[in-house]
T-cell receptor
Framework: AQKVTQAQTEISVVEKEDVTLDCVYE???????LFWYKQPPSGELVFLIR??????QNEISGRYSWNFQKSTSSFNFTITASQVVDSAVYFC????????????FGAGTTVTVRA | NAGVTQTPKFQVLKTGQSMTLQCAQD?????MSWYRQDPGMGLRLIHY???????DQGEVPNGYNVSRSTTEDFPLRLLSAAPSQTSVYFC????????????FGSGTRLTVV
Protein backbone atom coordinates (compact mmCIF):
# COMPACT_ATOMS: atom_id res chain seq x y z
CA ALA A 1 0.00 0.00 0.00
CA GLN A 2 1.25 3.44 -0.90
CA LYS A 3 2.25 5.13 2.33
CA VAL A 4 3.09 8.50 0.86
CA THR A 5 0.90 10.17 -1.74
CA GLN A 6 1.90 13.18 -3.74
CA ALA A 7 -1.17 13.82 -5.82
CA GLN A 8 0.37 16.55 -7.94
CA THR A 9 2.49 15.08 -10.72
CA GLU A 10 3.62 18.36 -12.24
CA ILE A 11 3.29 22.02 -11.34
CA SER A 12 4.31 24.89 -13.59
CA VAL A 13 4.55 28.45 -12.30
CA VAL A 14 5.97 31.75 -13.37
CA GLU A 15 8.90 33.11 -11.42
CA LYS A 16 7.94 34.88 -8.16
CA GLU A 17 4.73 32.92 -7.78
CA ASP A 18 4.23 30.81 -4.68
CA VAL A 19 3.87 27.07 -5.10
CA THR A 20 2.58 24.52 -2.59
CA LEU A 21 3.33 20.83 -2.85
CA ASP A 22 0.94 18.43 -1.17
CA CYS A 23 1.99 15.32 0.71
CA VAL A 24 -0.37 12.91 2.45
CA TYR A 25 0.98 9.99 4.40
CA GLU A 26 -0.39 6.84 5.96
CA UNK A 27 0.98 5.00 8.98
CA UNK A 28 -0.20 3.14 12.05
CA UNK A 29 2.91 4.02 14.03
CA UNK A 30 2.62 6.78 16.60
CA UNK A 31 6.29 7.57 16.13
CA UNK A 32 7.29 8.48 12.61
CA UNK A 33 9.39 10.95 10.68
CA LEU A 34 8.66 12.93 7.56
CA PHE A 35 11.13 14.24 5.05
CA TRP A 36 11.32 16.33 1.92
CA TYR A 37 14.03 15.85 -0.68
CA LYS A 38 14.82 17.88 -3.77
CA GLN A 39 16.12 16.36 -7.01
CA PRO A 40 17.37 19.07 -9.38
CA PRO A 41 17.93 18.34 -13.09
CA SER A 42 21.47 17.20 -12.28
CA GLY A 43 19.91 14.16 -10.60
CA GLU A 44 21.28 14.13 -7.06
CA LEU A 45 18.95 13.91 -4.08
CA VAL A 46 19.22 16.76 -1.63
CA PHE A 47 17.79 16.60 1.88
CA LEU A 48 15.59 19.57 2.75
CA ILE A 49 13.84 18.90 6.04
CA ARG A 50 12.89 16.32 8.65
CA UNK A 51 9.99 16.46 11.11
CA UNK A 52 9.02 13.97 13.80
CA UNK A 53 5.46 13.02 14.63
CA UNK A 54 5.53 14.78 18.00
CA UNK A 55 6.40 18.17 16.62
CA UNK A 56 3.61 19.83 14.66
CA GLN A 57 5.22 23.22 14.70
CA ASN A 58 5.45 24.69 11.23
CA GLU A 59 8.87 25.59 9.97
CA ILE A 60 10.24 28.29 7.74
CA SER A 61 13.68 28.29 6.15
CA GLY A 62 14.23 31.21 3.83
CA ARG A 63 11.72 30.93 1.01
CA TYR A 64 10.75 27.38 2.07
CA SER A 65 8.07 26.57 4.60
CA TRP A 66 6.45 23.37 5.77
CA ASN A 67 3.00 22.77 7.24
CA PHE A 68 2.60 19.57 9.24
CA GLN A 69 -0.95 18.61 10.26
CA LYS A 70 -1.45 15.28 11.98
CA SER A 71 -5.24 15.66 11.86
CA THR A 72 -5.15 15.40 8.07
CA SER A 73 -1.95 13.31 7.81
CA SER A 74 -0.38 15.96 5.66
CA PHE A 75 3.05 17.53 5.40
CA ASN A 76 2.85 20.21 2.75
CA PHE A 77 5.72 22.24 1.37
CA THR A 78 5.52 25.81 0.10
CA ILE A 79 8.07 27.69 -1.95
CA THR A 80 7.50 31.42 -1.68
CA ALA A 81 8.51 33.74 -4.51
CA SER A 82 9.72 30.87 -6.66
CA GLN A 83 12.89 31.12 -8.70
CA VAL A 84 14.10 29.25 -11.76
CA VAL A 85 16.61 27.41 -9.56
CA ASP A 86 13.68 25.85 -7.70
CA SER A 87 12.86 23.80 -10.78
CA ALA A 88 13.26 20.21 -9.64
CA VAL A 89 11.45 17.07 -8.60
CA TYR A 90 10.43 17.16 -4.95
CA PHE A 91 9.89 14.00 -2.95
CA CYS A 92 8.08 13.55 0.31
CA UNK A 93 9.17 10.53 2.37
CA UNK A 94 8.16 8.71 5.54
CA UNK A 95 10.19 6.72 8.06
CA UNK A 96 8.26 4.71 10.61
CA UNK A 97 9.55 4.05 14.09
CA UNK A 98 8.93 0.32 13.65
CA UNK A 99 11.00 0.23 10.42
CA UNK A 100 13.59 2.89 10.93
CA UNK A 101 15.91 1.58 8.23
CA UNK A 102 13.48 2.50 5.50
CA UNK A 103 12.36 5.66 3.77
CA UNK A 104 9.12 5.27 1.84
CA PHE A 105 8.91 7.82 -0.94
CA GLY A 106 6.04 9.43 -2.72
CA ALA A 107 6.02 9.48 -6.50
CA GLY A 108 7.39 13.02 -6.59
CA THR A 109 6.14 16.34 -7.92
CA THR A 110 7.95 18.01 -10.79
CA VAL A 111 8.09 21.77 -10.35
CA THR A 112 8.91 23.94 -13.32
CA VAL A 113 9.51 27.62 -12.71
CA ARG A 114 9.42 29.73 -15.88
CA ALA A 115 11.27 33.00 -16.13
CA ASN B 1 34.76 13.53 2.93
CA ALA B 2 33.57 11.95 -0.30
CA GLY B 3 30.18 10.94 1.16
CA VAL B 4 28.51 8.16 -0.82
CA THR B 5 30.32 7.16 -4.00
CA GLN B 6 28.65 5.13 -6.70
CA THR B 7 30.27 3.64 -9.77
CA PRO B 8 29.69 3.53 -12.65
CA LYS B 9 27.53 6.56 -13.44
CA PHE B 10 26.21 5.06 -16.66
CA GLN B 11 26.00 1.49 -17.89
CA VAL B 12 24.43 -0.32 -20.82
CA LEU B 13 23.92 -4.06 -20.50
CA LYS B 14 22.56 -6.71 -22.78
CA THR B 15 19.75 -8.89 -21.55
CA GLY B 16 21.15 -11.78 -19.54
CA GLN B 17 24.43 -10.12 -18.61
CA SER B 18 25.41 -9.70 -14.99
CA MET B 19 27.15 -6.82 -13.32
CA THR B 20 27.87 -5.20 -9.99
CA LEU B 21 27.06 -1.64 -9.05
CA GLN B 22 29.55 -0.37 -6.53
CA CYS B 23 28.75 1.76 -3.52
CA ALA B 24 31.11 3.05 -0.86
CA GLN B 25 30.68 5.51 2.00
CA ASP B 26 33.29 7.08 4.22
CA UNK B 27 31.03 8.38 7.00
CA UNK B 28 31.06 5.21 9.12
CA UNK B 29 27.30 4.86 8.69
CA UNK B 30 25.70 1.63 9.79
CA UNK B 31 22.63 1.87 7.58
CA MET B 32 22.96 1.43 3.83
CA SER B 33 20.32 0.90 1.18
CA TRP B 34 19.79 0.55 -2.53
CA TYR B 35 16.85 2.25 -4.21
CA ARG B 36 15.71 2.32 -7.78
CA GLN B 37 13.97 5.30 -9.33
CA ASP B 38 11.47 4.87 -12.12
CA PRO B 39 9.29 7.58 -13.68
CA GLY B 40 6.10 8.20 -11.71
CA MET B 41 7.03 5.73 -8.98
CA GLY B 42 9.38 7.63 -6.74
CA LEU B 43 12.19 5.62 -5.18
CA ARG B 44 11.65 2.01 -4.21
CA LEU B 45 13.77 0.06 -1.80
CA ILE B 46 15.63 -2.93 -3.26
CA HIS B 47 17.82 -4.15 -0.39
CA TYR B 48 19.10 -2.68 2.82
CA UNK B 49 21.71 -3.32 5.50
CA UNK B 50 21.77 -2.28 9.14
CA UNK B 51 25.43 -3.17 9.62
CA UNK B 52 28.29 -5.26 8.31
CA UNK B 53 27.20 -8.82 7.72
CA UNK B 54 23.48 -7.98 7.91
CA UNK B 55 21.32 -7.52 4.83
CA ASP B 56 17.66 -7.90 4.05
CA GLN B 57 15.18 -7.47 1.23
CA GLY B 58 13.21 -4.35 0.51
CA GLU B 59 10.14 -3.90 -1.68
CA VAL B 60 11.59 -4.97 -5.05
CA PRO B 61 14.46 -7.42 -4.42
CA ASN B 62 13.92 -9.89 -7.26
CA GLY B 63 16.87 -10.11 -9.64
CA TYR B 64 19.29 -8.43 -7.26
CA ASN B 65 21.80 -9.59 -4.67
CA VAL B 66 23.73 -7.67 -2.05
CA SER B 67 26.41 -8.31 0.53
CA ARG B 68 27.96 -6.18 3.26
CA SER B 69 31.34 -7.49 4.24
CA THR B 70 32.55 -4.11 5.51
CA THR B 71 30.87 -1.03 6.94
CA GLU B 72 32.05 1.01 3.96
CA ASP B 73 30.95 -1.07 0.98
CA PHE B 74 27.54 -2.24 -0.18
CA PRO B 75 27.64 -3.59 -3.76
CA LEU B 76 24.49 -4.44 -5.70
CA ARG B 77 24.66 -7.37 -8.08
CA LEU B 78 22.36 -7.87 -11.03
CA LEU B 79 22.29 -11.59 -11.62
CA SER B 80 20.83 -11.73 -15.16
CA ALA B 81 19.86 -8.32 -16.46
CA ALA B 82 16.37 -7.79 -17.86
CA PRO B 83 14.88 -4.75 -19.64
CA SER B 84 12.62 -4.24 -16.60
CA GLN B 85 15.76 -3.40 -14.63
CA THR B 86 16.39 -0.32 -16.73
CA SER B 87 16.33 2.38 -14.08
CA VAL B 88 18.35 4.86 -12.08
CA TYR B 89 19.89 3.25 -9.03
CA PHE B 90 20.74 5.14 -5.87
CA CYS B 91 22.83 3.95 -2.99
CA UNK B 92 22.28 5.66 0.35
CA UNK B 93 23.73 5.59 3.84
CA UNK B 94 22.73 6.91 7.23
CA UNK B 95 23.75 6.97 10.87
CA UNK B 96 20.08 6.57 11.81
CA UNK B 97 17.40 7.06 9.16
CA UNK B 98 14.77 8.48 11.49
CA UNK B 99 17.07 11.20 12.78
CA UNK B 100 19.04 12.06 9.68
CA UNK B 101 17.33 10.59 6.67
CA UNK B 102 19.59 9.12 4.04
CA UNK B 103 22.59 10.61 2.28
CA PHE B 104 22.41 9.55 -1.33
CA GLY B 105 25.03 8.83 -3.92
CA SER B 106 24.85 10.50 -7.32
CA GLY B 107 23.15 7.54 -8.95
CA THR B 108 23.83 5.00 -11.69
CA ARG B 109 21.78 5.14 -14.85
CA LEU B 110 21.41 1.59 -16.13
CA THR B 111 19.94 0.62 -19.49
CA VAL B 112 19.29 -3.00 -20.35
CA VAL B 113 18.78 -3.69 -24.05
Amino acid sequence: AQKVTQAQTEISVVEKEDVTLDCVYETRDTTYYLFWYKQPPSGELVFLIRRNSFDEQNEISGRYSWNFQKSTSSFNFTITASQVVDSAVYFCALSEGSNDYKLSFGAGTTVTVRA
Amino acid sequence: NAGVTQTPKFQVLKTGQSMTLQCAQDMNHEYMSWYRQDPGMGLRLIHYSVGAGITDQGEVPNGYNVSRSTTEDFPLRLLSAAPSQTSVYFCASSRTVSNYGYTFGSGTRLTVV
